[in-house]
């Protein structure tokens, strides 16, 4: 009989901060974590640990802790340390082990800065053209593109260039 699964599946794997922090010496403080799912980028992504609150345990649902960490995302150094804390439950952290911290550091300090360039407009879709043509309007118009705004969002807008709108425009949007 074979085995069925039922559910969501994940893509996190690893442990929680609490199961690693709370087994190390001084709970953490000074060393440095990932996030397994920021392997998917080609910058270091990590954090320094700067202080550890644990928090109360409530019935049984997942330990959460707080914790204050200077963060490193894609090779960007953050001013202000970033506190940990809704997301602390999750089984996605890897505790990098001490040899390789200086590995990681050499990879942060030979981290080129990342560049993203996206098209200001983009052609109308083909039945709206359509649709434009057929009440004599002018069909040439093309629809501007906004970049949100965030603090991990290096995206720039290049309005000199157009993009053909294709159905699968906004899946996998690569950078040209």
Not at 53 to 72: F, G, L, M, N, S
Not at 78 to 102: A, G
Request: aromatic content about 10%.
């Amino acid at each position: 009989m074979s085995v069925k699964l039922i559910g969501r599946t994940t893509n996190l794997y690893g442990k929680t901060l609490w199961e690693i922090l709370g087994n190390l010496r001084t709970t953490g403080v000074g060393r440095l974590v990932t996030r397994n799912s920021y392997n998917r980028y080609e910058e270091p992504s990590f954090f320094k640990v700067l202080s550890v609150e644990p928090t109360a345990q409530i019935d049984d649902k997942p330990r959460k802790v707080i914790v204050h960490a200077e963060k490193i995302f894609r090779g960007k150094r953050y001013k202000e340390p970033v506190e940990i804390y809704s997301v602390s439950y999750k089984p996605d952290y890897r505790l990098i082990p001490k040899d390789e911290e200086q590995l990681w550091w050499d990879r942060l300090a030979n981290c080129k800065p990342r560049e993203k360039f996206v098209p200001g407009s983009i052609e109308l879709p083909p039945l709206m053209r359509l649709v434009l043509e057929r009440d004599n309007k002018d069909s040439n118009i093309k629809l501007p593109l906004k970049i949100r705004g965030g603090r991990d969002n290096i995206a720039q807008t290049d309005t000199t260039k157009t993009a053909l709108y294709s159905p699968s425009f906004f899946k996998n949007q690569q950078s040209s």
